[in-house]
């Protein structure tokens, strides 16, 4: 059985597992006040240039999540998102549970938009009984979003505009991130994505890591106490050494980004594999998902071999499926299942 169904169902990189085994019996301090949490620190601070930025790594993306939805809201105010945003349709209400609404808006390709944001906190404030209501604090995006797409510099700086004017904290997820970044269709940069937003994480789990995120934040109300946040929702690994070596070794000599680079790629031929065989994509991704139409009686005989997610229901005999290239993808799988794609397909239709 081949796997297409996520990015995080191999283990880690050896060169990971090589620099653990390596160091396994270090003494170091716990709690992430280790040489290697301040090495990789340093490193995601250089390439986003914000050397004043404060970064904390810590297991998972949901626990990033709330880590820093907490850290920007008060106990009225709630975060307005995409509706197919993963705080919306993917935590088990764990923003809610930790006691702030999500606000979802209607979405385009898993994206919203600048006016969208204004029109809501408009809205909101423009209502006599706002006060009966929850308040927009924060904007949370995802980039690479949960369906593949991209946000541009442009409508990153719409959104990043609206939401100063209006005093809102923008986040953004990047469980992701590298994905996004060595994508043929991005023109954002690390850099310009630290400037424009007041936090934002490095996913590790989904791109070579055993586990981990690195949660950056740019603006110091956000920074200030956070770690105090972190140890009260269980999140400061007392090993947290091993957080900071796998973020060092991911990114030391362009690593993270070279393996980002080779899942989409091949994300990329099994897309012209789609395309080439007339079946039609559910969205338009230049990331490492790739969402497609197929007839039903054509997925049954491909699940026989090949696992990915269901998407939708598109009508009576078709479904949306996700196919997901990572950083440990195999050309050679990805070349028989577009060979098995070809001859099930051409038997379908006789």
């Known amino acids: 059985m081949i796997q297409f169904q996520c990015d995080y169902s191999e283990g880690a990189h050896p060169r990971i597992l090589e620099a653990l085994a390596k160091t396994n019996l270090e003494q170091s301090p716990g709690y992430g006040e280790d040489c290697?949490?301040?090495?990789a620190a340093g490193k995601i601070r250089a390439l986003c240039g914000r050397e004043e930025a404060y970064v904390h790594f810590v297991v998972g993306g949901t626990q990033a999540n709330l880590l820093v939805i907490q850290a920007a809201l008060r106990p009225w105010q709630g975060v307005l998102c995409a509706s197919t945003g993963h705080i919306q349709?993917?935590?088990?209400?764990a923003i809610e549970a930790g006691g702030h609404k999500v606000l979802p808006l209607p979405e385009c390709e898993g994206k919203i938009t600048a006016e969208q944001v204004e029109k809501a906190v408009q809205a909101h404030f423009a209502d006599e009984a706002r006060e009966h209501t929850v308040q927009p604090?924060?904007?949370?995006l995802s980039q690479s979003t949960?369906?593949?797409?991209?946000y541009s510099r442009a409508e990153l700086e719409g959104i990043s505009r609206v939401c100063r004017e209006n005093g809102l904290f923008l986040y953004v997820d990047g469980a992701r991130l590298g994905y996004a970044l060595a994508s043929e269709a991005n023109d954002l940069t690390l850099p310009q994505l630290a400037e424009l937003c007041d936090a934002f994480t490095i996913g590790g789990t989904k791109q070579g890591a055993l586990f981990g995120e690195a949660i950056v934040l740019t603006h110091p109300v956000l920074g200030k106490d956070f770690r105090y946040l972190v140890k009260q929702r269980g999140g400061l690994l007392a090993k947290g050494r091993l957080l900071g070596l796998q973020f060092g070794e991911l990114l030391r000599d362009g690593l993270y980004f070279e393996l980002a680079a080779h899942a989409d790629r091949l994300a990329l031929r099994m897309q012209q594999g789609f395309l080439d065989l007339g079946f039609p994509l559910y969205c338009q991704s230049l990331t490492n998902q790739q969402f497609v139409i197929l007839p039903d009686g054509l997925l049954e005989k491909?699940?026989?071999g090949y696992r990915f997610s269901y998407q939708a229901r598109v009508d009576g005999t078709h479904s949306a499926v996700r196919f997901?290239?990572?950083?440990a993808t195999k050309e050679e799988d990805v070349e028989a299942f577009l060979r098995d794609l070809e001859r099930l397909a051409r038997r379908e239709k006789q």
């Open 324 to 327: 997901c290239t990572s950083w």
């Open 89 to 93: 349709a993917h935590e088990t209400g």
């Open 137 to 140: 604090g924060m904007v949370y």
């Open 302 to 304: 491909l699940a026989e």
């Open 36 to 39: 290697y949490c301040a090495e």
């Open 146 to 150: 949960e369906l593949g797409t991209l």
